[in-house]
């Protein structure tokens, strides 16, 4: 749905995601770090940076290897920094 600019959809999609998963794993489990950035990806194209770098924030503590800068988390938070500061 986020390729297809149907935003409110994938936000929908995204939040059902991270939501099984909390119940099937745990809220701090690494396997959660995908879909926590993808929902903030999502929040980002909405405009609610605040939002948006909340989650990335926490999907970065909750990964496996938060410090390398190959993963997808840090790509979409540098993207949600760069987007912040053209504003």
Do not use: C
């Amino acid at each position: 749905y986020r390729r297809e600019h149907r935003l409110p959809e994938a936000e929908s999609m995204e939040r059902r995601a991270v939501s099984i998963l909390e119940v099937a794993l745990s809220a701090g489990h690494p396997r959660l770090a995908g879909p926590l950035s993808k929902l903030a990806a999502v929040l980002t194209d909405e405009g609610r940076f605040d939002e948006a770098q909340a989650l990335f924030e926490h999907s970065l503590a909750i990964s496996v290897r938060p410090d390398t800068l190959l993963s997808y988390a840090a790509v979409e938070w540098r993207a949600l920094a760069f987007r912040s500061a053209k504003n």
